[in-house]
């Protein structure tokens, strides 16, 4: 098996690229950085620039499947220029590669897209599955991951022999990055602290769950749509008081307040105060290896 990989300098794409190569498969990853060399014999780096409509046509050589997850981080201050960027990045990219596979008549049994679970609505009560998918709210990040899911729709109708999965990803714990190594190392200096209300759920994953559901996708052509969280949501305050006892702290400040998260994160603020309680029914024959906040904060914090 031979993958290419967009996006693959992130966290999650480090992860998979690691897992993929310790079960023996080839990897190609397109970065924007000529210099990249590797001295894996099985994983090579090959220069693309989407915005330029540049790429190494030798990254597409004996390639069988492609993960997309390139995208400049959501995690930026929500200035105008950002926001642009946020949304452009995604689907400038996606169009590009997809563009690129179909002028190219590139042979691929599969093309996995990363997608986010900001695609259902902000709610304490009501909880989403891969059914609940017409559920279309107006806020920037909602428009952003149906923007994004809808390049890679039209192209799977351009492409009907490709299996094209598209996998809404939760919150994402791992210990290189992200909230968990954040709030890890603020527990640590005992300043952790839930963001408003502290009820929001969490749909989170950890991330060698989430990597393995993306090779998962790849190996076995599984066409659809894919929640990619565990069976077992959390609320902020009980995901942030459980990462403070694994690190032998304790939560001492009260909530910080509604309106002071939003006037120093602004309109970003959206991503740390909503609340999605995502489930996933598209995968119940996938066995978990960490189903539970306790094991993946144990984990991770070892």
């Not at 093309?111 to 709210?137: L, M, R, W």
Request: charged share 20%.
């Amino acid at each position: 098996m031979k993958l290419l990989i967009t996006g693959g300098s992130g966290t999650l794409g480090q992860e998979i690229t690691r897992l993929a190569l310790a079960n023996n498969y080839q990897v190609n990853i397109l970065s924007r950085n000529k210099k990249l060399v590797s001295n894996d014999i099985n994983l090579k780096y090959y220069y693309w620039n989407p915005n330029r409509e540049e790429i190494d046509s030798e990254c597409f050589k004996g390639v069988n499947a492609v993960v997309n997850l390139a995208g400049f981080s959501v995690f930026n201050l929500w200035t105008k220029k950002n926001k642009s960027k946020i949304l452009n990045s995604r689907l400038v990219s996606t169009f590009f590669i997809l563009d690129q596979i179909k002028k190219r008549g590139v042979k691929l049994n599969s093309f996995v897209s990363a997608s986010g679970i900001a695609a259902y609505p902000d709610s304490i009560s009501e909880i989403s599955s891969e059914e609940n998918s017409d559920n279309i709210t107006s806020s920037f990040i909602n428009q952003v991951v149906i923007k994004w899911e809808s390049k890679v729709l039209e192209f799977e109708k351009q492409l009907p022999n490709i299996s094209f999965s598209i996998l809404r990803i939760g919150l994402v714990l791992s210990n290189k990055g992200g909230v968990f190594s954040v709030s890890k190392n603020l527990a640590k200096l005992f300043l952790l602290s839930p963001l408003g209300s502290g009820n929001q759920w969490q749909s989170w994953i950890h991330i060698e769950d989430a990597a393995r559901i993306f090779l998962r996708c790849v190996n076995n052509n599984s066409n659809g749509l894919f929640n990619l969280v565990s069976p077992n949501p959390v609320t902020q305050s009980n995901l942030l008081r459980k990462i403070a006892s694994h690190n032998s702290s304790a939560i001492l400040f009260p909530n910080i307040p509604t309106f002071i998260v939003k006037l120093f994160f602004g309109e970003m603020s959206e991503l740390v105060l909503s609340s999605q309680k995502v489930i996933s029914n598209n995968l119940n024959n996938y066995n978990f290896k960490f189903a539970h906040i306790d094991d993946a904060i144990k984990d991770l914090s070892n």
